[in-house]
């Protein structure tokens, strides 16, 4: 079986060769490598969970499924991500017609957590690690999510025009973002020591690029260190880094090609968390 579906002892060929079947389609039509261990989690989850040969699949069993998860407090969020699994594999590719009238839980809006520019110093102060203090610096300054900012490589730095090329980013889409002047030093001086295709944060050994695993725990250890005590991700920089050009003044449009949002309204949460919009409003206390 592939990498990425760990069966359990008992699984059965129908089971297995349904999923065999599923990822080969995934990829095929290239989804991304993140998407392809979801959809087939949730699947081989499901199948777990109903017990049954996926042609013998009916609409209530879908209904059974997304209840238990909902039961055990996943976020609607998660919620649609089995759907949209689920719908995928027995409607997209068995044909099944049953999907059309089970619905997409209603979105959760959460706003952005966003750290502060001194506390952004703090977690750089506190980073000792070159690396790792240079991964935190090119996240929060281009706004990167980390699944790009971990395969960037060194052809993608524009040190003259001081732009970072993102490929394949998020949608199967290219676009263009911002390169601090203060990164260009040390990147200079890896461009002396790395090849042109060599990824710019390198794995274990030197192989592959830095996982999001490992990317993580930087971030993790940094926030630790720097006793920040809102609850940060890595996407948090992303956060920050769109939410501070908005203070400044940057074109909310402007800040959504940097972003790479197809559209606008999901660059507007940013709005929500300005600064600029409160600092003027005196507390009533």
């Given at each position: 079986?592939n990498?990425?579906?760990?069966k359990r002892?008992?699984?059965?060929m129908t089971?297995?060769d349904?999923l065999?079947?599923?990822?080969?389609e995934?990829?095929?039509?290239g989804?991304?490598l993140?998407?392809v261990k979801?959809y087939?989690?949730?699947?081989?989850?499901?199948?777990?969970?109903?017990?049954?040969?996926p042609?013998?699949i009916?609409?209530d069993?879908?209904?059974?499924?997304?209840?238990?998860?909902k039961n055990?407090?996943?976020?609607?969020s998660t919620?649609?991500?089995?759907l949209?699994?689920?719908?995928?594999?027995?409607?997209?590719?068995?044909?099944?017609?049953?999907?059309?009238?089970?619905?997409?839980?209603?979105?959760?809006?959460?706003?952005?957590?966003v750290?502060s520019?001194?506390?952004v110093?703090r977690?750089?102060e506190?980073t000792?690690?070159?690396?790792?203090?240079?991964?935190?610096?090119?996240?929060?300054s281009?706004g990167?999510?980390v699944?790009?900012a971990v395969k960037i490589?060194?052809?993608?730095?524009?040190?003259?025009?001081?732009i970072i090329?993102?490929?394949?980013?998020k949608g199967a889409?290219?676009?263009c973002?911002?390169?601090?002047?203060k990164?260009?030093?040390?990147?200079?001086?890896q461009?002396?020591l790395k090849?042109?295709n060599?990824?710019?944060?390198?794995?274990?050994?030197?192989?592959?690029?830095?996982?999001?695993?490992?990317?993580?725990?930087?971030?993790r250890?940094a926030?630790?260190?720097?006793n920040i005590?809102?609850k940060?991700?890595c996407?948090?920089?992303?956060?920050?880094?769109?939410t501070?050009?908005?203070?400044?003044g940057?074109?909310?449009r402007?800040?959504q090609e940097l972003l790479?949002?197809a559209r606008?309204e999901?660059t507007?949460?940013y709005?929500?968390?300005?600064?600029?919009?409160?600092?003027?409003i005196?507390?009533?206390?």
């Open positions: 079986m990498e990425y579906y760990h002892k008992n699984a059965t089971e297995m349904s065999n079947r599923l990822e080969r995934l990829k095929i039509r989804f991304s993140k998407t979801s087939l989690m949730y699947n081989r989850l499901f199948l777990e969970f109903i017990k049954k040969s042609k013998a009916t609409n069993d879908i209904r059974q499924y997304l209840l238990s998860l055990k407090n996943c976020a609607n919620l649609n991500v089995a949209n699994a689920l719908k995928f594999y027995y409607r997209g590719i068995l044909k099944r017609k049953f999907f059309f009238d089970i619905k997409s839980a209603k979105k959760t809006n959460y706003l952005p957590t750290l520019k001194e506390e110093k977690m750089l506190m000792t690690n070159p690396k790792h203090n240079f991964f935190i610096a090119l996240m929060y281009s990167l999510r699944s790009e490589r060194m052809c993608d730095f524009d040190l003259d025009r001081k090329t993102v490929r394949q980013g889409k290219d676009r973002t911002l390169l601090s002047e990164l260009i030093p040390t990147l200079k001086k461009l002396t090849k042109s060599d990824y710019l944060f390198t794995g274990a050994g030197g192989n592959g690029h830095l996982t999001v695993e490992s990317a993580e725990k930087i971030i250890k926030v630790e260190s720097a005590v809102k940060v991700s996407h948090s920089l992303r956060h920050s880094f769109a501070h050009l908005l203070e400044s940057t074109s909310i402007y800040i790479g949002h606008l999901t507007q949460i709005t929500k968390v300005a600064n600029n919009n409160l600092q003027n005196q507390s009533p206390l």
